[in-house]
């Protein structure tokens, strides 16, 4: 059967709401109402009922006639209101003025803004409030002439666009990172289909220019604009790239905050042509032979390996792969994780060096065609999905995260929360009440639900790691009783409670969920 892997990339923007809408409501809204206990019941099921409408499985893939995206993006956009009107409601309760939340179920410190200051919070528990204090970085984040640097990483932003990052903790330098690379796209929504003649411009980033942005101590910043030099759609016959150059105008902002070996990366681009791929490319300065990338509840291993089609097979395999939230790339010394928000399509390019590479979009006129080089038939009607072209301006943020070690030793699953859930700021007159605290050890440990419930909440818990590991639970306040429970609710065990903590052994990847009584 086909794999149809083009469809992780189609409808880019699409896929950015769906995610916004899933991460509010599973990492803020739904967490929220289970520690507050404010009456959310029927706004989270009218959000679910939508997300769970834009689930159908071409809608997911937006494998779709452009009427059936616009409706799904009007589910997702309505989700996200419903989700964030949660938040506002029960946030007050959680956390006031002067007061910092941490919706991750781990220890966290991090930077949040209050009446358009930076602050640098304290070392906050997991599920808790504390009190924001005037604090100051170990060693501050500093800018210059297209450069950032802290005690982990020094970045030098390069006129053609590049960048080069000497990695501190390993001694690694990474050269040519963040190369845009341009393509022709025959194909679909289904399949990317490059043309028979696929040439890329000459050096491509034209105008180039840049500013410092903040100067840290908390962080610092740098922001270039340029032009891109792309060729401008295809040739009548669509086996070739027209010779026409266009330019998309670009934007790039990058910021390093003091004390984390991560570089968060901002792209805005005008895109004002068709049927086109647009990647950005990360050369790795070490071997590797497989990448790792996160899925709701595992972290999947693929070879590194070319394209390719087996005999008789209707359609080539392209190792373009998903990822949810993370890819990491390593050779067990050091490593780079790639974390993205929305954006779904990675590949790890052979070669001396590796390059690791995502997808920012992938722009295309047809629901299906017959005429691609990648798939031999049609995969769907043949109609027209102008809407698919994504013209017009896109935002897309995504970030480096260096390491030592592979990505479970480097806690890069914690590190992919952190990054794209930040700390919340309060809201509303202080809060004066204790707040609750619910802290997961070892670091393998993630939530991956936290659910309200009349009397109480319900948390659903991973084993992220391919050993066994004995999950250490503490639960503030301490609750009546902890049961263990199926996935449809039905009553497994009660679990013993000692001082607030919770233990239980998980398997490989194991899954738990418990039922806590108030």
Known sequence: ????????????????????????????????AALTGIAASDALEQAWTLMLQNAAHDTAC????????????????????????????GLPRLAGQGQVWNPSLFPRQGLVEVDGSLVLTPVVGGGSVASLTTRSPDVPAAAGTRRLENARLRCELLPDGTLTILDRQTGLRYEGLHRLVDEGDAGDEYNFSPPALNPQTVDPVRNFSSTVGETGPLRASLEARFDLAVYDGLRADRRARSDREIMLPVRLTLSLESDTPRLDIELEIINRTPDHRLRV????PFQVGESAADAPFHVTRRPVIGARRDPGAAEIELPTYPMWSFVDVSDGRA??????????????????????????????GWLSR???????????????TPGAQVLGGQRLRYSLFFHEGDWERAGVWRVAESTLTPLVAGRGPAVTTPGPRIDLTPDTIQMTALLPRPDGYEL???????????????????????TS????GDLRESLALADGVVRLSLRAWGIATLRVRS
């Open 1 to 32: 059967a086909n794999v149809l892997m083009g469809t992780l990339s189609v409808r880019v923007p699409d896929k950015q709401r769906q995610f916004a809408a899933s991460r509010t409501l599973e990492r803020l809204a739904e967490p929220i």
């Open 62 to 89: 937006g494998s779709v006639i452009d009427a059936v995206a616009d409706a799904s993006r009007q589910r997702s956009v309505a989700a996200l209101h419903i989700a964030e009107a949660v938040v506002e409601r």
């Open 281 to 284: 490319h990360f050369p790795l």
């Open 335 to 364: 490593g780079l994780a790639l974390i993205a928000d929305g954006l779904h399509e990675y590949e790890v390019l052979p070669g001396n060096p590796p390059e690791l590479a995502l997808t920012l979009l992938r722009a295309v």
């Open 370 to 384: 017959e005429d691609l080089t990648t798939r031999t038939g049609h995969a769907g009607p043949g109609m027209e």
């Open 460 to 482: 659903r818990v991973l084993n992220a790691s391919d050993a066994m590991h004995e999950a250490a639970i503490h639960l503030e306040p301490h609750p009546a009783q902890v």
């Open 485 to 488: 429970i199926t996935l449809a």
